[in-house]
């Protein structure tokens, strides 16, 4: 009588321990959020360097189109305020809230989303970057449309550095509003729609004189998050702004800002995982 191991039947000590799922092998860490960020706003900006030129004459020119348009029809030094720093901030407009809609649209559209999704960054990061290279864009811009305004109408140019904090605060409620609406909509034509209605919401709510409105549109212009920036623009031109009021309009385009970019990089998840 041959006698057989115990290791080799089917039932044995050896079959179960091989029946006994083994740890999966650890992965590296995901990247953190900031050096993500970098990474990908450099990337977005190498990409976008080259529709750097045109972007920035066709943003620039529209919004000095307007004030001089505008210049024949103001007829007070604070409509000419409002005026000047809505014209400012529609630049910002343009890049961040209808350029990236469309952007994200075609993105989703074109299946880039699936290139993000496989690397291992946070999508907080693929968000942010991007907006954050759409919205660099407007700089230069902003600052000429600035300076144009001012010398146009006759303000002063000793408190252009507000527009320092303005662009990167107004261009991050903006930025979040444009990439929620291109990540949530169906098809890129929608999300070329929907950034086109909010470019000139931000447009006519943010140029136009408050004073003249009805108070239906009042309460829409109260409701956009480029009209604070507007406003904490506007409000340095006096002779002694009152930095509080400055402050708190900037602190309400910087809650907005953090909402928006959540809300954004929700649809991101959202549409990545579809």
């Known amino acids: 009588m041959s006698v057989v191991p115990a290791e080799v039947l089917p039932g044995g000590v050896l079959a179960l321990e091989e029946t006994v799922p083994r740890p999966a092998v650890e992965l590296g860490p995901r990247a953190r959020l ?40 103001v007829d007070s030094r ?56 759409y919205a660099s864009f407007t700089v230069p811009g902003t600052l000429v449309t600035a300076v144009f305004g001012c010398v146009l109408f006759g303000l002063p140019l ?20 444009g990439a929620a609406c291109g990540l949530l ?9 929907l950034g ?15 004073d003249r409105m009805p108070g239906i549109i009042r309460l829409a212009r109260d409701l956009l998050p480029s009209t604070y920036g507007v406003e904490a623009y506007a409000r340095t031109f006096g002779a002694q702004p009152d930095w509080a009021v400055v402050l708190a309009d900037l602190g309400v385009c910087a809650g907005v800002g953090v909402v928006s970019l959540a809300v954004a990089t929700w649809a991101y998840r959202r549409a990545a995982v579809r």
Do not use: C, K
């Open 78 to 133: 604070g409509e000419a305020q409002s005026v000047v720093a809505g014209s400012s901030v529609v630049v910002v407009a343009y890049v961040a809230l209808n350029l990236l809609a469309q952007y994200f649209g075609q993105l989703r559209a074109s299946g880039g989303l699936d290139h993000y999704a496989t690397l291992p960054v946070p999508p907080a990061s693929v968000v942010l970057g991007a907006a954050a290279a």
């Open 196 to 210: 086109q209605l909010g470019m000139s919401a931000a447009l006519l709510l943010g140029v136009l004189p408050p």
């Open 158 to 177: 000793s408190n252009l550095w507000v527009l320092l904090a303005v662009i990167p605060l107004a261009g991050a409620a903006l930025s979040g509003l």
């Open 185 to 193: 909509a169906s098809r890129p034509e929608l999300a070329t729609l």
């Open 34 to 73: 900031w050096p993500s960020l970098v990474a990908v706003y450099r990337a977005q900006l190498s990409r976008a360097r080259v529709a750097r030129i045109p972007l920035l004459f066709v943003a620039t020119f529209q919004s000095v189109g307007i004030m001089i348009m505008m210049r024949g029809v």
